[in-house]
């Protein structure tokens, strides 16, 4: 009898693994967000095989080429040359590593300090719990964007000093939902039982909560990329953002504004990759979302 449990555990943990994998192919903002991140990312992490051209290289006599679609095209730049004479493909698929840098870094950064607080508060509660929410709505007084900015004008621009400001601003969400969620667990049978066993409350928070915080943190951990990128692009347009020659999506905007009614494409590429990135990043946090609500694992 005992040699027949491990098979039946196999397949329940087969049955289960092939139940989400028939849920996520039938969930088409998974797939759809899953795919276009999936694709941003290969394109990042071969962007030096992808690309024959220097992104930072200058070539004053082959400016403003546009792209193959328009009859002066060329197909030695696919997607033309940028005011400076530099390949704009080559700069669209080394930008794809800025803004997922950005997006990655400034993600854990304020994954761990939103996480933080929100369990501290959530399962101790009480003063702890009073000073907590009084931090929180301190950061949430405060615009973002304009503090951002601010600080960025104050101590100067580079992709390090983004990264840091962005991931100590956009914590706020972590801490709401995780607090909100810690709350909610500390309640629980399973977790009154290893209080009665004994068990720190240290234990208790690693073992316990946390593992079953995952499903938010996922959702969480995709909104607050996107949004970091989104506000990463806004700063570079506004040009307290990452500082020239870096191949920023957002400094490539700000940089042809001025060709907006001559040669529109300079706005629209960078504007495309921006769009799809966020949009596959939000669909993907949404269908994970989808896909471990309690009510879907039936």
Not at 97 to 110: D, Q
Not at 203 to 215: A, D
Not at 232 to 251: C, D, I, K, N, R
Request: hydrophobic letters at 55%; glycine letters at 8%.
């Amino acid at each position: 009898m005992a040699t027949d449990l491990p098979a039946e555990n196999d397949l329940l943990i087969e049955s289960a693994g092939q139940a989400f994998r028939r849920r996520s192919l039938k969930n088409i903002g998974f797939m759809t967000g899953l795919a276009l991140v999936a694709l941003v990312a290969s394109i990042a992490m071969l962007a030096p095989i992808l690309t024959a051209q220097d992104p930072y290289l200058q070539n004053l006599d082959q400016r403003l080429i546009p792209p193959f679609w328009h009859l002066e095209g060329t197909w030695a730049h696919p997607f033309g040359t940028d005011k400076f004479g530099r390949d704009y493909l080559s700069r669209i698929i080394h930008g794809s590593r800025i803004s997922l840098l950005i997006g990655l870094f400034v993600m854990v950064i304020s994954g761990l300090i939103g996480s933080t607080l929100g369990v501290i508060a959530g399962y101790f509660g009480g003063k702890i719990d009073a000073v907590i929410m009084y931090i929180i709505t301190v950061r949430l007084s405060m615009p973002v964007v304009l503090v951002a900015l601010a600080v960025v004008s104050f101590v100067g621009s580079s992709l390090e000093v983004i990264v840091l400001v962005l991931g100590l601003f956009l914590w706020d969400r972590f801490a709401v939902v995780i607090r909100a969620a810690t709350k909610r667990l500390r309640g629980e049978d399973f977790v009154t039982a290893a209080r009665c066993t004994g068990c720190p409350d240290s234990q208790i928070i690693l073992r316990e909560i946390i593992p079953n915080l995952m499903n938010q943190l996922t959702v969480i951990a995709t909104l607050e990329m996107a949004q970091a990128i989104l506000l990463e692009s806004a700063l570079s347009f506004l040009g307290l953002g990452v500082q020239p020659p870096l191949p920023s999506w957002g400094l490539m905007i700000a940089e042809a504004k001025e060709f907006v009614f001559f040669d529109p494409w300079l706005i629209t590429i960078p504007g495309v990759a921006i769009f799809l990135l966020v949009l596959g990043i939000n669909l993907l946090g949404d269908g994970i979302r989808d896909l471990t609500a309690p009510e879907m694992k039936n």
